[in-house]
């Protein structure tokens, strides 16, 4: 018996993805986390605030000013800050992070799209906004121990899901060409291998495993068409050979990968 939810996902291209949702506990670290450094940064803004309201009560009683009104506008401008850096702090960060937080980064777990995809960043701000209401009265808690996704009402909106944020990484032996092996060094060097989420990992090894079984028109249309997509993720702009075959190229992104990050992350 696991101690964690799983769940199984169908990725546009047909391949099986069973994610393990990121469970209660996982969830409380990471939001506690997140939660110390906003308090933080918020902390640091009202010591500038009322450094900033004295050094201008100053100014202006030495100008022969007068100082009223400083205070309401200084305040003001706080609450716009606490504001920003409360919503600002969840959406940026799971932006730019691929559904991670730092508290996330640190509980490794991480919020993808429903359908196995990254998080986008129209549904970070959606589960921003709606935190609030999943902090009163504990709701999000009690929504996600009662359902079976381990959904918070922001998660149900969104479309969204948290997971470990694990690699997908099986026994099973990917067959790879020396010359592959020899172009995985490469693109490291030429390209963004850390721009593949595991989804898309996982995607590219039931290609490699399954391929014998394919037809050869499927097999030539489909490593093509999986080449295409991997080399715009990993931003590579042009291939180390003009006219290298796609499974090759497949291969050593496989191998690339797995040199990158194969040793420091753990398989479902």
Partial sequence: MTLFKTITIQTPESVELEFTLAGIGNRALALLIDYLLVFLLLSLVSLFT???SEQLTSLLLLLGDGAEGVDLWLLAIALLATAAIYGGYFV??????QGQTPGKRLAKIRVINDNGKPEGAFQAALRALLRPV???????????VCSSQEKRIGDWLAGTLVVQSATVVGDAKVSISSASQTLATELMGQSNIGNLLPDDFATLREYLLRRQLLTT??????SVQLAQQLQDIIELKELP????????????????YQKQFGD?????
């Fill in 264 to 268: 420091r992350r753990r398989a479902y």
């Fill in 134 to 144: 999943d902090d009163i009265l504990f709701l999000g808690f009690f929504c996600i």
């Fill in 92 to 97: 940026g960060f799971e932006a730019y992070w």
């Fill in 217 to 222: 028109a499927s097999r030539r249309e489909l």
């Fill in 50 to 52: 009322s450094f900033l």
């Fill in 241 to 256: 050979q003009a006219e290298m075959p796609a499974e090759q190229f497949l291969e050593a992104v496989y191998v690339a």
